[in-house]
């Protein structure tokens, strides 16, 4: 069993359903024709991405906002339903792939994961993970490519401000003067809730054992060090268990002893579904893939091809129905592998010329059409769940494939075009203030201070950046930062053009180091050519035309539709009964 394939069945099962609508209250607040959306459907959708304090008291006007937002939505869909853009072969596809994934997960939920973490153990799960607790930061952060001196280093340094920390230094001033987070030095900290069960383990278990106003030790993450200081802890109001209950089983797989038992059963699961359908690999497909991509590997390296090409063009097309895997009632073929990493495989698509990365997606492939299809036979396609999530995602994306072929297909901006628009709006198409910036990058801050005290005392400035500079790439140039606008190395660039020219600041944050620079020109705001905004000319113009063609969709739809929304209905949406 290769590790690829089981860490993908692995996230299937803790799937967290986003955006899943329950109808769990009759009452309508709004109508379209036959079509209703309910009260407690309503309530589901609001709480999606909302902390649920708030949701004690929505003004009228914030419900208004978002029932018409769903209207819209719902408008377009059933818009795109009457047109029959649901029978369009690119979204038809991605239904089937959405349906299939669905089904396979579902049964793996059942057959696994409502199996193995009990509904007890679910509830006392949701229960403890209403605590949170506020905290405070200071990171220290390290790099892939830091040495591990450098490493052992950032972590000595973690040690010295927790023992200043022990010896009673504010958390407050040690947090702006040593942490390598900007967001934490601006705002002391970053003060956050943490709720149980949202970070490591080993992160909550450090968190919730610590009383208010106490601090933790150096916390080794992936990221480096963190120190933690606890504001305040808290019982946090949940969204009701029903709402999040894939995201509760995620959180639970994860952990000990649920994810050692999971991983067995998935193993010994996946198995038997091979065994009872007599999967079986095609070794004659297997050789032939192998050798064609032998053969692309060879004319890379001799460079008869390049390496960002299409890396299965050597396939002929009469050949992409061998089948490179079989089983009862199905098979998978070599151009459905093809199709499916073209279409996933993201912008770096794996190398099908490396052995075990081939073998990896096309036995992942496979295994997940063999368990779609198991799926299938045992009658997944209409469980009520599964259903759910396919009405959702029919919601979700049919009003976006109407939008596509409605408004964004529709605009096509020329050249003349874009000329008129940015002949109307020239004013807003400029060049922003800009300083020629020479800076000394310096890692530890008591040094970058003494620096930034002797440049400012007069010593010469270059010669302060050939001992001190520590930016790779400004060594040759004599720490020739270069032109910087407002934001540009954030608060860098920001504080360069409020200088005038010759003046020196700092220290300066940037991501954990310290600046001290030196203005060597100027160059104020003036307005582009259309030669310099082009691009942005064709966006904003696109843009605009696409806002005016959406705005007539709209008109046109609630013409033919006439939604209705009931405001006493929506009155009693909050706050949500007990």
């Not at 950032?154 to 390598?180: H, M, T």
């Not at 089983?249 to 996946?270: G, H, T």
């Not at 605009?411 to 000394?440: G, N």
């Not at 720490?479 to 300066?508: C, D, N």
């Amino acid at each position: 069993m290769n590790h690829r394939w089981f860490s993908v069945v692995l996230v299937s099962v803790g799937l967290v359903t986003t955006g899943c609508e329950k109808l769990t209250d009759p009452l309508t607040v709004a109508r379209i024709g036959n079509v209703r959306i309910t009260l407690g459907e309503f309530r589901d959708h609001y709480r999606i991405g909302r902390d649920p304090e708030a949701l004690r008291a929505v003004p009228m006007e914030s419900r208004r906002t978002h029932l018409e937002r769903m209207l819209e939505a719902r408008l377009k869909y059933l818009e795109a339903k009457r047109l029959g853009l649901d029978q369009d072969s690119l979204y038809a596809l991605r239904f089937r792939e959405v349906r299939d994934r669905a089904v396979m997960e579902e049964m793996m939920r059942e057959k696994i994961l409502y199996r193995l973490i009990p509904e007890r153990d679910v509830r006392q799960w949701y229960k403890y993970s209403g605590t949170a607790v506020k905290v405070k930061t200071i990171s220290f952060y390290t790099g892939e490519r830091d040495r591990p001196k450098e490493v052992l280093a950032k972590g000595a340094l973690a040690w010295q401000v927790y023992d200043r920390l022990r010896r009673g230094e504010p958390f407050d001033s040690l947090v702006v003067r040593y942490s390598d987070d900007p967001g934490e030095r601006k705002s002391a900290g970053n003060p956050r809730w943490i709720r149980w069960g949202s970070a490591s383990p080993q992160l909550c278990r450090e968190l919730f054992a610590l009383e208010k106003g106490r601090f933790s030790r150096p916390i080794r993450s992936e990221s480096g060090f963190a120190i933690y200081q606890i504001v305040e802890k808290n019982r946090v109001e949940e969204q009701p268990l029903r709402l999040i209950r894939f995201e509760v089983l995620s959180q639970m797989r994860n952990v000990s002893p649920y994810r050692e038992r999971i991983d067995a059963e998935v193993e010994r699961f996946i198995q038997q579904v091979a065994s009872l359908y007599h999967y079986k690999e095609d070794e004659f497909a297997w050789n032939y893939l192998s050798g064609l991509m032998k053969i692309r590997k060879a004319a890379m390296m001799s460079g008869q091809v390049t390496e960002g090409s299409d890396q299965f063009e050597i396939v002929p097309l009469d050949h992409y129905r061998h089948a490179l895997c079989r089983w009862d009632g199905d098979s998978l073929t070599i151009g459905e592998v093809i199709d499916y990493v073209r279409r996933n495989g993201g912008r770096t698509p794996p190398d099908f010329t490396d052995e075990k990365t081939r073998r990896s997606w096309i036995e992942g492939i496979a295994r997940r059409k063999l368990l779609s299809h198991h799926a299938y036979q045992l009658g997944y396609a209409t469980d009520p769940e599964v259903l759910e999530q396919l009405r959702n995602y029919e919601l979700r994306v049919l009003p976006t494939v109407l939008e596509n072929r409605l408004v964004r297909e529709k605009v096509d901006i020329t050249e003349e075009q874009a000329r008129q628009f940015f002949e109307s709006h020239r004013d807003q198409f400029k060049l922003p203030a800009a300083r020629l910036v020479r800076e000394i990058l310096i890692g530890n801050y008591d040094v970058a201070e003494e620096v930034a005290r002797r440049a400012k005392a007069g010593e010469d400035f270059v010669k302060l950046v050939r001992e001190f500079n520590e930016r790779r790439s400004t060594k040759d140039s004599d720490g020739l930062l270069g032109w910087l606008s407002e934001g540009a190395f954030g608060e860098l660039g920001t504080q360069a053009v409020r200088m005038r020219k010759g003046e020196i600041a700092g220290p300066i944050p940037v991501g954990n180091k310290w600046s001290v620079i030196r203005i060597e020109d100027e160059q104020p705001e003036r307005l582009k050519t259309f030669e310099e905004a082009r691009t942005q000319v064709m966006d904003r113009a696109r843009a605009d035309a696409q806002l005016r063609l959406a705005r007539e969709l709209s008109e046109n739809l609630r013409k033919r539709y006439r939604p209705v929304i009931y405001e006493r209905a929506l009155a009693r949406a909050f706050p949500l009964p007990k």
